[in-house]
């Protein structure tokens, strides 16, 4: 078995290749959050394994947070990279969360609507009853 020399940076490049995908499946959520969400349970599951294998790592290999750890004298591109693409991920899910609160908003708004037009509806219909039989007063 062959031990790799620096073992922290491998794992260091690893999450960078993590992040980065995980960085790709936020852009294609935040498309899927502006119009269709047909893919959406798709991408929001194959985030969800990308962070449980981030999760995983940290926990393995004992780092606090991918985003703070001891500054180093000299940090490695990975880990250099690894903050810079935590920054803008953390830039992008702000703008989605923000985007999707506003179409939730909107459909709350739809379908308050709804529920009063049918209200609305319901009291101005014709109620047909059934008759099944006849009540005839002879007193008149």
């Not at 992040?19 to 985030?47: F, I």
């Not at 709350?108 to 006849?134: D, F």
Request: avoid cysteine.
């Amino acid at each position: 078995m062959i031990v790799p020399e620096k073992p922290e940076t491998d794992v260091w490049e690893e999450a960078r290749n993590l992040l980065l995908r995980l960085e790709a499946l936020t852009v294609e959520q935040g498309k899927s959050a502006g119009g269709e969400a047909q893919n959406l349970p798709h991408l929001l599951e194959e985030r969800r394994k990308i962070r449980d294998r981030l999760d995983a790592l940290r926990k393995d290999h004992r780092i606090a947070a991918w985003n703070e750890w001891p500054v180093p004298d000299r940090p490695t591109k990975a880990q250099l990279e690894v903050r810079t693409i935590l920054s803008r991920l953390m830039v992008e899910h702000e703008s989605i969360r923000h985007e999707l609160e506003e179409r939730m908003g909107s459909l709350k708004q739809k379908i308050a609507e709804v529920g009063r037009t049918r209200t609305a509806g319901s009291l101005y219909r014709k109620r047909h009853r059934s008759i099944k039989g006849a009540f005839i007063d002879a007193r008149r």
